[in-house]
């Protein structure tokens, strides 16, 4: 019988590799100057609909989890970032975001999770 682990498996210490060296503020913001800080087409967990939702232009992004996704047909990147904007009191969570890249590291598309009384 054949044991296989994954604890010691090249592809781990590659995405640490990845990770560690991931400028996640330049990725998100980056993401953000291309849809001009705007999300359209959102709905909150009380299902009330947003045409469009400004984002403020000075925000921080914290990278707090990553994962590998695999399919059949694809392989995939998920970064969840926290988004924390300055307030007048210090600093606020504006809330979550995920994006999700192919195994080139090609958007394939984005989650959002938004704080709306901010």
């Known amino acids: 019988m054949i044991k296989h682990e994954l604890q010691n498996h090249q592809v781990w210490r590659d995405l640490t590799e990845i990770l560690e060296t991931l400028d996640a503020n ?13 999300i359209c ?7 009330k609909y947003y045409e469009t939702i400004t984002l403020p232009r000075i925000l921080e992004a914290e990278l707090v989890s990553s994962s590998i996704g695999v399919t059949y ?7 969840k970032f926290i988004l924390i904007a300055s307030a007048v009191d210090g600093t606020q969570k504006l809330g ?3 994006l999700i890249y192919n195994e080139n590291l090609e958007f394939i598309d984005e989650n959002w999770l938004l704080d709306i009384d901010y």
């Open 26 to 38: 330049n990725l998100v913001k980056k993401h953000l100057i291309l849809s001009d800080y705007k």
């Open 41 to 47: 087409g959102y709905w909150d967990e009380q299902d």
């Open 73 to 79: 047909k694809e392989r995939f990147l998920q970064l």
């Open 96 to 98: 979550d975001f995920v």
